[in-house]
């Protein structure tokens, strides 16, 4: 507060200084003028008068004359003196009244600033992206301070640059010097407004436009909402392609709004424009390959539906959860809480299974099933019963349909078994797994049947 209080002050010195600098500059150069030209009234000398007497009433006529010019004289030059003393005192006066403006600026933006930074901190919220802050509450009052301070800068050269131009117009001398500084302002200003007004006609159609594409968004808005929703249901059109086909379409009609305002905008036809945004063509088209390409692999799995937001799928080697489905790529949540983002393009290119496809309306559920090896000693009977028995124990399974067993493979010491039970509980498919081989062990223990297989290794002598 300090700082800004010396900074205040230094601005209101800075620009006092300035004006008594220019008023004792015009006065000096004013009393100059005045001085080039002696104004001080002489006394001439008399003509003689005429030796015939008749000339002595033309003498005294001539005396008359002569006093007359002199008293006129005396009285210009106090008149003159006097307006000058006038045109002192009106400069004197505006200049006073710019000190007491910007005075009055810098209460006002102190006054501003101050309720700012109290109004800030009790209504003002980070501004966020989604998760990301991209600036906190301090930040913002310190933005707000930064354009209070310009917009106070502004406001005092703008004081300023009417101010003298203003004093300059007081004195003959500076009168033109004040036309032509009044004609700095005038004339862009001048120009902007009749640019304004003749540029009405186009802005009119840019509204209408911009009116139009905005109920059309509006109407699509509307039925895209009743489709996700389920209100409006068309045939082989999902209620999820609803927003992303709202989103393309509003790309598209902002391209195209686009499109039809440019040829409407100030100086769309000149070179520097043109310029431009082929610079920005060419910097699109280079730096955003790969961008695109996501962007239309995003696009096509939309409407692929191979996964949505929460189903677990495994892609490559990695299973999890989707936890967010973006335009460029996809972040899928592991069991043990990793979040990997794949690229688009990618899982485009690869294969990628869905667990809960198989827990639809018009399915069993996802099959749970694992292998055990047992000897030939043991029945098939018996290690069925085991399987079937730990499979039907197993908590957030189906008891219908059934587990099954499958005999997979006759091996030369051992038996290959594979048990298989319904469940609709991707989520928790872990820990399904787990309690199943618990649920053997225990099934094979009880019924005293050792879980070891041998395996020999026959070997012939060289």
């Known amino acids: 507060m300090k700082y800004a209080t010396e900074k205040k002050n230094l601005c209101l010195s800075v620009l006092s200084v300035l ?7 015009v006065f000096a150069q004013e009393n100059g003028s005045a001085g080039g030209e002696d104004t001080t009234p002489v006394l001439e000398a008399v003509p003689e008068a005429p ?3 008749g000339s002595v009433e033309q003498a005294d006529e001539i005396i008359r004359e002569e006093l007359k ?7 210009i030059a106090g008149k003159k003196d006097f307006h000058f003393l006038i045109r002192i005192g009106i400069a004197l006066g505006i200049s006073l009244l710019q000190i007491l403006f910007i005075w009055l600026t810098l209460k006002l933006a102190k006054f501003a600033a101050t309720k700012l930074q109290t109004y800030g901190r009790a209504r003002f919220r980070p501004l966020k992206f989604k998760k990301i802050i991209l600036m906190d509450v301090a930040q913002m009052l310190s933005l707000s301070e930064q354009i209070i301070n310009i917009l106070k800068l502004i406001i005092s050269l703008l004081q300023l640059i009417i101010t003298i131009p203003l004093v300059f117009h007081q004195f003959e001398t500076t009168r033109g010097l004040a036309e032509k500084l009044f004609g ?11 640019g304004l007004i003749n540029y009405i006609p186009n802005l009119f159609a840019i509204a209408v436009i911009i009116i139009i594409a905005r109920y059309i968004m509006r109407t699509i808005r509307f039925f895209a909402n009743q489709i996700e929703r389920k209100k409006l249901v068309i045939p082989g059109f999902y209620s999820d392609w609803a927003v992303p086909t709202f989103n393309i379409l509003r790309v598209l009609i902002y391209a195209f709004t686009v499109a039809f305002v440019y040829p409407y905008l100030p100086n769309s036809e000149s070179d520097v424009f043109k310029s431009i945004s082929v610079l920005v063509g060419v910097i699109f088209s280079l730096g955003s390959t790969s961008v695109v390409s996501n962007l239309i692999a995003g696009i096509v799995m939309t409407y692929m539906r ?6 677990r799928i495994k892609i490559n080697e990695v299973t999890g959860f989707v936890v967010e489905r973006g335009p460029m790529s996809t972040r899928v949540r592991t069991h043990k809480n990793e979040f990997v983002s794949f690229p688009n393009q990618m899982i485009l290119n690869t294969s990628v299974t ?4 198989s827990i639809a309306d018009n399915f069993d559920g996802y099959i749970v099933n694992t292998s055990v090896t047992m ?3 043991v029945p098939w009977r018996v290690v069925h019963d085991i399987l079937i028995d730990a499979a039907l124990k197993t908590k957030y399974t189906e008891k219908t349909p059934p587990p099954f067993v499958n005999q997979l493979k006759l091996d030369d010491f051992y038996c290959w078994y594979e048990i298989n039970v319904y469940t609709k509980n991707v989520d928790i498919l872990p820990a399904i797994y787990s309690e199943l081989y618990k649920n053997i062990q225990d099934g094979f223990s009880a019924a005293n049947i050792s879980m070891y297989a041998p395996r020999y290794d026959v070997r012939l002598r060289s």
């Open 184 to 194: 700095y302002i005038a004339t862009p200003l001048k120009r902007f407004v009749f």
């Open 375 to 377: 000897g030939y000693n």
């Open 19 to 25: 004006n008594i600098f220019l008023l004792v500059g």
């Open 306 to 311: 191979p996964f949505r937001v929460g189903d």
């Open 354 to 357: 869905n667990y809960n496809s």
């Open 51 to 53: 030796a015939a007497e």
């Open 69 to 75: 010019d002199i008293s006129d004289t005396i009285t």
